[in-house]
């Protein structure tokens, strides 16, 4: 059981090119969340899914972009990079059909923007 | 706005020993879930222990512990006979279960450093 399942594990990108991350879950779960984590800061959201084919802003979405296509997938796409995206991009999913269901969280995705 | 402060950028603890990690938020609203996250070395996070704002009881989970205090809103973890496997950071989270979407406001994490 795979679980959430981020690639890739590590990225180092120039000023200016565009890369996408993507989120991958097997447990059917129907919410999925893009997070930033930033030393000395909690995570903050970038972006969220309810479900398949709709998304939302979170609390700092501007340079991103994302898709659900699928129930399974979230990509998150980073257009034109800036050293400010330098970060560690955590994904998450979880059920819909109890309002305590837990987070679960993939290993987190290094991007250095340089 | 609804904000998660832990004022402990670093605690450390010897091993076996309890070490309480602080924790501050700040809501409006009555109807709510927070919780401790652990995170180590290898960057999963890991939920470690969650309080419902309605239960008076404290949470409980084996060495875990939290203490809630409602009224002060003040959530502290509590870590007993502590473990070099429990290094790691610790980030305090609320959600406001009337949100819809289930956003977690997150603070800004504690360092936890276990002395052998």
């Known amino acids: 059981n795979a679980g959430v399942t981020q690639t890739p594990k590590f990225r180092v990108l120039k000023t200016g090119q565009s890369m996408t991350l993507l989120c991958a879950q097997d447990?059917?779960?129907?919410?999925m969340y893009w997070y930033r984590q930033d030393p000395g800061m909690g995570l903050r959201l970038i972006h969220y899914?309810?479900?398949?084919?709709?998304?939302a802003k979170g609390e700092v979405p501007d340079g991103y972009n994302v898709s659900r296509l699928k129930k399974q997938n979230f990509l998150l796409g980073l257009e034109s990079a800036a050293p400010s995206q330098t970060s560690v991009y955590f994904c998450?999913?979880?059920?819909?059909?109890?309002?305590?269901?837990?987070?679960?969280f993939g290993n987190g995705t290094r991007l250095t923007v340089t | 706005a609804q904000t998660v402060t832990q004022s402990q950028p670093e605690m450390s603890v010897q091993e076996a020993e309890t070490v309480t990690l602080s924790c501050t938020y700040d809501t409006s609203e009555s109807d709510y879930y927070l919780f401790w996250y652990k995170q180590p070395p290898s960057r999963q996070m890991i939920l470690v222990i969650r309080?419902?704002?309605?239960k008076q009881q404290n949470a409980t989970e084996n060495r875990f512990s939290v203490n809630f205090q409602k009224a002060a809103k003040s959530f502290s973890l509590k870590i007993s006979d502590s473990q070099l496997g429990d290094a790691a950071m610790y980030f305090c989270?609320?959600?406001?279960?009337?949100?819809?979407?289930?956003?977690?406001?997150w603070g800004a994490g504690t360092k936890l450093i276990i002395k052998p």
């Open positions: 989270a609320y959600r406001y279960n009337g949100d819809s979407n289930y956003q977690l406001i």
């Open positions: 447990m059917n779960h129907e919410y």
């Open positions: 309080q419902e704002a309605y």
């Open positions: 998450a999913s979880r059920r819909r059909s109890s309002y305590n269901s837990p987070l679960h």
């Open positions: 899914s309810v479900g398949e084919g709709t998304t």
